[in-house]
């Protein structure tokens, strides 16, 4: 399975920015949970949203919660992060991850990666 990531960029604080990250390789997208981690050098990777694909049913970190929204289109293979009143601490690589089992929020619970996309917010 291939993650391709897209949407990145630079914003000024308060702007908004929408990620996409389509599955390549796969008929249909048949994996129990997609997600997005961010990253910034010299820190670990943390789960900033995730979203199951039986239900659609969304997970939120704290600093994101009411300002991110994970959706996941599965006719065009496509997730999504829409991310709105966008802050400084929010600048990062994104990554989007696909897996099955575990805890939404836990790295080891995802088994495909894409390469990331950065967000800079200033």
């Known amino acids: 399975v291939q993650l391709v990531e897209s949407g990145g960029g630079s914003v000024q604080a308060g702007g908004s920015l929408r990620l996409a990250c389509t599955v390549e390789d796969e008929p249909q997208v048949s994996t129990y949970r997609m997600a997005w981690f961010r990253q910034t050098p010299g820190n670990e990777r943390e789960a900033v949203a995730a979203i199951r694909a039986s239900d659609l049913k969304a997970f939120y970190s704290y600093p994101v919660r009411g300002r991110f929204t994970i959706s996941l289109d599965s006719d065009k293979k496509t997730l999504y992060l829409e991310m709105t009143n966008l802050k400084p601490e929010d600048t990062a690589m994104y990554y989007c991850?696909?897996?099955?089992?575990?805890?939404?929020?836990?790295?080891?619970?995802?088994?495909?990666w894409g390469q990331g996309t950065q967000v800079t917010v200033s």
């Open positions: 991850a696909s897996g099955a089992g575990g805890s939404w929020h836990q790295r080891q619970s995802y088994s495909n």
